[in-house]
Every structure is written in C-alpha cells, then in structure tokens.
C-alpha cells in the first residue's frame, strides 16, 4: 500500500501519556478514600468522646442522687453546699414568745427553742453544767444566741466527755441534761434544732458554726455571762 504525501498519516497510539494518566486517576482514588477513611475515623472518634462524656455525667448525677462523691465514698450524714443539716427542724421564730415571765411555761418542744422565759439567763460562756437546767433560764440563753447541747442516759460517757470539751472552748454554748428528750443528744438555738446520735457526727461541728450567734439570734450583742453561774434550788 502507498500513502499519499500530502494527507497525515495515522500516528500510532501514546502508551506513555495512558499510563500517566492511569496513574493519576489512581492516585486521586487513593487520596479520596484515605480522605474518607479519616473523616469516618474522626467521626467515629467525637461519637465515643461524647457517649463517655454523658456516661460520665450519668454516673455523676446517680452518684449525686445516692448521697455519694463520685468518687464512691459515702455520707449518711450528707455535705450540702447551701450549707442545708440533714435532720434539722426550724420553727417560725415570729410565733415564739420572747416575754419574761416569772413562772414555769409549757412548752412544745423538748428541750424548747424559744418561746416566753425567764429574765435572768444561764451563764452560756462555754459553761458545762452536770444537772438539768430550768427551762426558763436556758432559753433565755438562746435569745442571746447561744447553743444549747443537752444529752439524755443513752448517750455514752465518752461522747458527753468529747461534748463538754468542745463547748469548754466554744463561747456562746452550754451543755446540760435533759432526761426528757427524745433524742440521745440535741443541739438547740433559736428556732432551731437538730438530734444526733454520737459526739463525731459531722453536724455537731455543722450545728455549732453555724448558729452561735447565728443570724437566727434575736438579741445579738446580748452577753453570756452575767446570769445565773449555777442551777437554782
């Protein structure tokens, strides 16, 4: 066959340029999925991330519901950032009595947290008195703002020993029995009370910070000495 010199003849097909571009194709393909394969591994990653984050909070607010730390350490007695004590009894402080009365007055707690008293006070100095007081006179004291701790027979010697040591060195309490009381021991101020059981209950630490001479004292500045030093006969 004879080829005309004036046409172009037909040039045979480029396999350097295929091959090139075969390898591009590949190499985009490969880059595109090491790409997606990244992208699903990160996704992967946030969705354990936030799945443990809200674990993590679900266990907290369990542990928060069960009076627990996270932690797993326990507390019957409970810590409370608004400062709230577990077991605590408050009364209206405007409907107890704040007369002095020359007589006995019946009141509706024991041992009574308010309520018409006697003029003269106890001595509430850190004064540790090992005989019942007069009702009368102990409230008294507590307008002053002190904090009375009373303790019944089934309190143990050695917690009535740790009581009186701590209200020795605590200004504004005193420390008596009370056989009348429910609870084996009670801690009283002005419209407030709490019972525990023991002298190491975290509250009796709670109780006296916060109400001797609290914000519930009804005569603030009032003295704790001046009264009566001694149970009258």
């Known amino acids: 066959m004879s080829f005309d010199p004036r046409y172009p003849q037909p040039q045979a097909p480029d396999t350097r340029a295929r091959g090139t571009r075969n390898r591009a194709i590949a190499i985009g393909v490969s880059a595109a999925v ?4 990244v992208t699903f591994g990160s996704y992967l990653l946030l969705e354990n991330s936030e799945a443990n984050d809200k674990n993590e909070k679900s266990d907290g607010t369990a542990a928060a519901q ?4 996270p932690g797993g350490h326990g507390d019957s007695q409970g810590d409370h950032a608004d400062g709230t004590i577990d077991g605590l009894k408050s009364w209206d402080a405007a409907k107890l009595g704040r007369n002095h009365v ?5 009141y509706p707690m024991r041992p009574p947290v308010g309520g018409d008293h006697n003029q003269t006070w106890m ?5 540790v008195y090992e005989k019942a007081l007069p009702d009368v006179n102990a409230v008294h ?3 002053h703002g002190a904090v009375w701790v009373t303790y019944n027979g089934k309190a143990a010697d050695a917690d009535v020993a740790e009581l009186a040591e701590r209200v020795r060195k605590t200004p504004f309490t005193l420390m008596s029995p009370y056989a009348e009381q429910e609870g084996t021991i009670v801690l009283s101020a002005w419209g407030k009370q709490v019972t525990v059981d023991s002298a190491d209950d975290k509250r009796v630490d709670q109780f006296l910070t916060q109400y001797v001479q609290g914000a519930q004292t009804p005569e603030p500045g009032a003295p704790c000495t001046g009264g009566l030093a001694a149970v009258p006969r």
Do not use: P, R, T, Y
């Open 123 to 127: 001595n509430c100095d850190g004064d």
């Open 102 to 106: 020359a007589g006995a007055v019946d």
């Open 141 to 143: 004291s507590l307008e």
């Open 34 to 37: 090491v790409a997606g394969l």
């Open 66 to 69: 069960d009076g627990k730390h």
